[in-house]
């Protein structure tokens, strides 16, 4: 089988032509995951915070313990009811640079509510 003299270089071509798609994707799909991650960790910090707090646990201690678990950068809010506890937590996710760079931010939200022990 003889390879024609003007398909030469034609896979090398289109090879060229699909990387950077595949690299972009692949940093789209790396940013997609990141988002998820970032996601999970405020709905932690808020359970863990208000577990803290309705288990008699000072409100710094709380927020010091939610802040561990958080995204940086997070927005701990607490608010104490009668027998229970609310926690909000955001986080704002900054898109990744260089070429996503246009990706807008994510605000990432939870929010946690734990009854307060007896006694407390």
Not at 6 to 25: C, H, I
Not at 47 to 76: F, W
């Amino acid at each position: 089988m003889s390879v024609r003299s003007d398909e030469r270089g034609a896979a090398t071509a289109e090879t060229a032509m699909a990387l950077p798609v595949l690299v972009l994707l692949g940093l789209a799909l790396a940013w997609l995951v990141g988002l998820g991650v970032a996601q999970v960790r405020v709905v932690d910090a808020a359970r863990e915070t208000a577990r803290a707090v309705a288990r008699g646990e000072t409100e710094e201690l709380a927020v010091g313990l939610g802040q561990q678990v958080a995204p940086a950068g997070a927005d701990i809010r607490l608010s104490a009811g009668q027998g229970s506890v609310r926690v909000v937590v955001t986080a704002q996710v900054r898109g990744p640079g260089g070429l996503l760079g246009f990706l807008p931010g994510f605000d990432a939200r939870a929010e946690a509510v734990a009854a307060m022990e007896p006694g407390r």
